[in-house]
């Protein structure tokens, strides 16, 4: 299977963070003088070809550009927590939507989080979408994908990690109250049914973003921009 990026502010931030495409395919009747610059600089010719070719290659909004990669690398979480900064790991549980884990790798990027995780089993991975929507953060932000993640959270309190997850719930404080003065993994759980049972069992912290409005939640990826985005502001 290939790996597609697509889209022009993509396509234009990957390359300009020195990641050397396989293949590169422009519309032909389109104009892109700054990609084709950055793909002779890496000694990369672009191909242009039909649109029909193009829409064949990847599902969305390619605006003309598609860029074929080696794959989407991953790493691990023993390698995020070793190279950790900022202390502020995102952990998603069973996160399907392509469209909010990029927009939560973008969010990452902004708060210089240290890696996001994601589930092999019944979770989005890193993909065309992915990639698309976090407009460059893929290629930034480190992403583990683990097989358990009642494990991975264990793992991250044995190395000095608070678990903290976003929930709704009479045990859960409001978003900004809690102590974020120490590392920090966030989760997040999927679209429909929030965190799971089991992972909700890891977390020391349950925190709750409260709804003014006639609407009772906000969309997974909303939800984790206001909750790093507070937790970097009141680190200051």
Same mark, same amino acid.
């Given at each position: 299977?290939?790996?597609?990026?697509? %889209?022009?502010?993509?396509?234009?931030?990957? /390359?300009?963070? %020195?990641?050397?495409?396989?293949?590169?395919?422009?519309? #032909?009747? !389109? #104009?892109?003088?700054?990609?084709?610059?950055?793909?002779?600089?890496? @000694?990369?010719?672009?191909?242009? +070809?039909?649109?029909?070719?193009? =829409? &064949?290659?990847?599902?969305?909004?390619?605006?003309?550009?598609?860029? *074929?990669?080696? @794959?989407?690398?991953?790493?691990?979480?023993?390698?995020?927590?070793? #190279?950790?900064?900022?202390?502020?790991?995102?952990?998603? =549980?069973?996160? *399907?939507?392509?469209?909010? /884990?990029?927009?939560? /790798? &973008?969010?990452?990027?902004?708060?210089?989080?240290? %890696?996001?995780?994601?589930?092999?089993? &019944?979770?989005? !991975?890193? #993909?065309?979408?992915?990639?698309?929507?976090?407009?460059?953060?893929?290629?930034?932000?480190?992403?583990?994908?683990?097989?358990?993640? +009642?494990?991975?959270?264990?793992?991250?309190? *044995?190395? !000095?990690?608070?678990?903290?997850?976003?929930?709704? @719930?009479?045990?859960?404080? *409001?978003?900004?109250?809690?102590?974020?003065?120490?590392?920090?993994?966030?989760?997040? @759980?999927?679209?429909?049914?929030?965190?799971?049972?089991?992972?909700?069992?890891?977390?020391?912290?349950?925190?709750?973003?409260?709804?003014? %409005?006639?609407?009772?939640?906000?969309?997974?990826?909303?939800?984790?921009?206001?909750?790093?985005? =507070?937790?970097?502001?009141?680190?200051?």
């Amino acid at each position: 299977m290939k790996d597609y990026i697509f %889209g022009r502010n993509t396509v234009t931030a990957t /390359l300009k963070q %020195g990641t050397k495409p396989k293949h590169v395919y422009l519309f #032909n009747k !389109g #104009n892109y003088p700054e990609i084709v610059s950055l793909c002779k600089e890496m @000694g990369v010719r672009p191909q242009f +070809v039909d649109k029909q070719v193009l =829409d &064949r290659m990847v599902k969305g909004a390619h605006q003309g550009i598609v860029m *074929e990669v080696e @794959g989407y690398e991953y790493t691990d979480i023993e390698t995020i927590v070793a #190279n950790a900064q900022t202390k502020l790991i995102v952990v998603c =549980d069973q996160l *399907e939507d392509p469209h909010n /884990l990029g927009a939560i /790798l &973008r969010s990452c990027d902004a708060v210089n989080a240290d %890696g996001v995780v994601v589930g092999k089993n &019944r979770s989005v !991975g890193l #993909n065309a979408t992915v990639a698309k929507v976090s407009t460059g953060a893929i290629n930034t932000v480190p992403v583990a994908q683990v097989t358990n993640l +009642v494990q991975t959270l264990n793992y991250l309190k *044995e190395n !000095g990690y608070w678990v903290v997850a976003a929930e709704n @719930g009479v045990d859960a404080v *409001e978003y900004d109250t809690f102590n974020v003065d120490v590392p920090i993994a966030l989760v997040v @759980g999927s679209e429909g049914k929030g965190v799971s049972r089991l992972v909700k069992k890891e977390c020391d912290i349950l925190t709750t973003i409260p709804m003014h %409005g006639t609407v009772n939640s906000l969309n997974v990826s909303v939800a984790t921009g206001i909750l790093l985005f =507070d937790i970097v502001r009141r680190r200051k």
